[in-house]
């Protein structure tokens, strides 16, 4: 394979990367965020104690949290099917990749939002507070740094299942890899294409954590 059409393929696959994986970070994020904050404010020393939906909430996000993607991607194929019109492509992974990703996304915000000072919140409860307000202007505020940490790290964690794709007919940088680079031994494309991948999460990462440190108001203190 030539230099040019090697660049020129990388260049698409990276998009198509990206195509997966951001969409399916937001909506992840989108599910996840509002599950995280009932995982905390339903404990039992929580705002709004709830402790059966604690329970039964916690149980579906650990059930959805231990099926390997690649299982889980098969498993959902009718849905895919149903939700996006076929149940292989490109796009189509943005189904499985979003189902298996926000519960990972609620245990990280649940886990973010707990390293809020206690403090902070009694102060808002004794001034008469309401939940909402409480999660509005303290819960989610004090975590924000946490939170975009987190985010980089669902971003990377997506990117890696990415490269399972391939086998659900998506494209991507794993699909060159596995197809072009392994499967047809031209190892020159397969590091290619991972060292790009891991690029990709070297650049997510490191802007995530800036802008953590950037929003993080303790710092500046």
């Given at each position: 394979m030539s230099w040019n059409t090697l660049m020129a393929m990388l260049a698409e696959e990276t998009c198509n990367t990206l195509f997966m994986t951001i969409p399916s970070t937001l909506i992840a994020y989108l599910l996840g965020l509002p599950l995280g904050v009932l995982l905390v404010i339903t404990r039992?020393?929580?705002?709004?104690?709830?402790?059966?939906?604690?329970?039964?909430?916690?149980?579906?996000?650990?059930?959805?949290?231990?099926?390997?993607?690649?299982?889980?991607?098969?498993?959902?194929?009718?849905?895919?099917?149903?939700?996006?019109?076929?149940?292989?492509?490109?796009?189509?992974?943005?189904?499985?990749?979003?189902?298996?990703?926000?519960?990972?996304?609620?245990?990280?915000?649940?886990?973010?939002?707990?390293?809020?000072?206690?403090?902070?919140?009694?102060?808002?409860?004794?001034?008469?507070s309401s939940t909402l307000q409480i999660v509005r202007k303290v819960l989610i505020p004090e975590a924000m740094p946490s939170l975009v940490n987190g985010f980089a790290i669902c971003i990377t964690t997506i990117l890696a299942y990415?490269?399972?794709?391939?086998?659900?007919?998506?494209?991507?940088?794993?699909?060159?890899?596995?197809?072009?680079?392994?499967?047809?031994?031209?190892?020159?494309?397969?590091?290619?294409?991972?060292?790009?991948?891991?690029l990709l999460v070297q650049l997510f990462q490191v802007g995530g954590t800036t802008l953590s440190h950037v929003i993080d108001h303790r710092r500046r203190k």
């Open positions: 039992k020393d929580g705002i709004m104690p709830l402790p059966t939906l604690n329970r039964v909430l916690g149980i579906v996000v650990n059930l959805l949290r231990s099926v390997p993607f690649i299982i889980l991607m098969v498993m959902l194929f009718p849905v895919t099917r149903a939700i996006m019109g076929r149940g292989t492509g490109t796009a189509s992974v943005i189904v499985p990749l979003t189902i298996s990703a926000f519960p990972y996304v609620a245990r990280m915000v649940e886990s973010s939002l707990l390293e809020v000072d206690s403090g902070v919140v009694e102060a808002a409860q004794s001034m008469g990415t490269a399972m794709a391939g086998t659900a007919g998506g494209d991507g940088l794993g699909k060159v890899a596995i197809t072009y680079g392994l499967n047809k031994r031209q190892y020159d494309v397969m590091y290619a294409a991972s060292i790009v991948l891991v």
